[in-house]
Structure formats: structure tokens, C-alpha cells
């Protein structure tokens, strides 16, 4: 097969979703001086490319991918196959919104090749993304099209993109391939770039991750951690990781955003002891940053998030596909409004 196809590194094509390009390795999240930096999880996940897309023009009938992973193993709990280590084939309709084409449907180890498509496409020229795992660092990947065909360079979008901090529903546990977590969605539904910095179990407000994000020029901060903070941490940590935000962009927007309501909540009290604690806490630190004038800040609730029939969760705390689909409904108002004026 392979005389028969040519291949493209990806890394040579339009590599979006990152916000630093001085990294480690192609597809990384954090720039490679982070990693004396920032504690060894946080690097650790910051190897993992979720969000991280290759954008391309082409017009081939057929796409394979032949990509190495960091790891073999290629699951794990709350992570299905095709989202931990999988790829995720995006196409530009007509009317300029993306949709679904196809999955690398072949896992092997640490080295694969798969084709994403299970039938031809119709051969009309058309941008493509491809969504690069959630959980499994991407060391190597091309993109193959048959002889005949082509792959085109297109190029970065020029927005500046919005930086998604937060906890592993923002990284993508839960969901069932790496086009479906709640960030993803907010980018295709909106069509501008967004930087997913989820950190599963792992967003902590710490000093050493403010001064990284302060380092970006973003549209837009979307402050999402407090699944991973009780209300004691919150009240140590959030109001200086926001000002220091603040201080180094002191007019980018900056969304801070309530965790989910647990679905079992309403029989389980000790969860919803937790949700109203560490909502608490939170507020009060936005009361005090807007009595000190900072903003523009805004604040997103977070009943509602998933939705009120209990259905949006795997497991009573990470999104499925409908939970997140539902957060990207919540969201998607909040930043036409600051993005668009609308």
C-alpha cells in the first residue's frame, strides 16, 4: 500500500492548538522550559496533545494516518481507546461549519497506521482537521492521501485564541473520541481557535501555572478548575492565580466558571455539600476582585452545565458526549457575547 500513497508529516502543516512554540515535542501543550517548572503531573499531562489540531487542505477520496504514540498503553478508566489514543477526521462543509468525517479505527501498541474514513469522499477540495489524542502523547504522525491526490499548507488562523483552563472534563476524560470534549465543540461551533490547557486532576491554581498563562496573549481566559479544589484552596489560591492574569493582561477578558453539578447530588448529600462549599468560596472571591476593580470579568453558574435529567456524566463527575455538548450550549453564549458583540 504504501507505493501507492504519499504522506505528509503533519508537523510541517498547520499544527493549531498551541500556545507556546518553543515545546518538547511537536504536539505538546506547555513550552519545554516548563518542565523545570510546573510539577512533574502537570508536565506529564502537558505531553498530552488534546485540542492540539492539524489543519490541511486536500483532495483526496481516501486519508490514512500512520502516527507514533509515548505510550502503549491505549486506555484507560473513563478513557475509551479511540479517545486516549486515537485521531479524529474534521471537514469543511460548504457553509463553512466543520463536520464529522471519520476515526483512526486501528490501535496497535505504540505505532499505528489506520485510514479515517470507512467510504470514499466525494474527491471536492475541502479543509480538514484532524483532533490528535487526549491522553496519549503524539511523538509522530503523517497524514496520507493516494498518489494523485494532494495535501495542502493552510494557514494560521489569525485570532487570538481562547485559553481553556481546567481540570479532565476540560482535558477529555469521558468522552468517546478527541473531537467531542466540551473545548473541541466550542471551537467548531464557533470557528475560532481555542487552547485546551485541561490538566486532569491536576488544575490547582498554582502560582507557577498562572505565570505560564500570563505568558499567552489570549482573547479570552476561561477559568475552569474547581472540580479539582475545595473550598479552603479556593480561598488560598484563586484571587492571586486571577490577579496575576490580570496584571499581565489587564484587558483580556477573564470567564470564571463554576464546576458542574454532580448528577447524583440531590440524593447524595456530601456531593452537594461540595458543589454549594467550593461554589461559595468562589464567588466571593470574584465579589472581591470586582470590588477592586478588576475585569472584565464574568462568571458562569454552574447548575446547568449538564443539563437537569442526571444523563450528562460516565460516572456522576466526567462528561459523556451529551454532557458535553450541553457545557459547550452553556459556554457558547457566554463568548459570542465577549468575542463578537453578540
Known sequence: MSADWTWTDAAGLCVEGRGWPDTEGPYDRLPARAKAQ???????LSRC????????????????ARWRLAEATLSG???????????????QAGDGSWRWLGVTRELAGAEAESPFLTAPLDGRRRQCKV????????????IGVPKGSTVRIVSPRPEKPVAYYGTSIVHGAGVSRPGMTHVAILGRRLDYPVLNLGFSGNALMEPEVAELLAELDPAVYLLDELPNMGAALVEERAEA????????????????????????????????AENLSRRAAYKQVFGRLLGAGVGPLYYLEGDGLLGTDGDGT?????????????MADALVPVLRRILFGL
Do not use: K, M
Open 314 to 326: 460516565n460516572d456522576g463527575s466526567h462528561t459523556n458526549d451529551l454532557g458535553a455538548s450541553r
Open 77 to 91: 478508566v473513563n478513557l475509551p481507546a479511540l479517545a486516549h489514543s486515537g485521531l479524529d477526521l474534521y471537514g
Open 131 to 142: 483532533y490528535l489524542s487526549t491522553f496519549n502523547p503524539v511523538l509522530r504522525l503523517a
Open 38 to 44: 510546573v510539577r512533574d503531573a502537570v508536565w506529564s
Open 241 to 272: 492565580f486571577v490577579l496575576r492574569l490580570h496584571e499581565a493582561r489587564p484587558r483580556t477578558p477573564i470567564v470564571l466558571v463554576e464546576d458542574r453539578t454532580y448528577p447524583a447530588g440531590w440524593a447524595c448529600p456530601s456531593q452537594a
Open 49 to 64: 496533545p488534546t485540542g492540539v489540531t492539524v489543519r490541511f487542505e486536500t483532495d483526496a477520496r481516501e486519508l490514512r
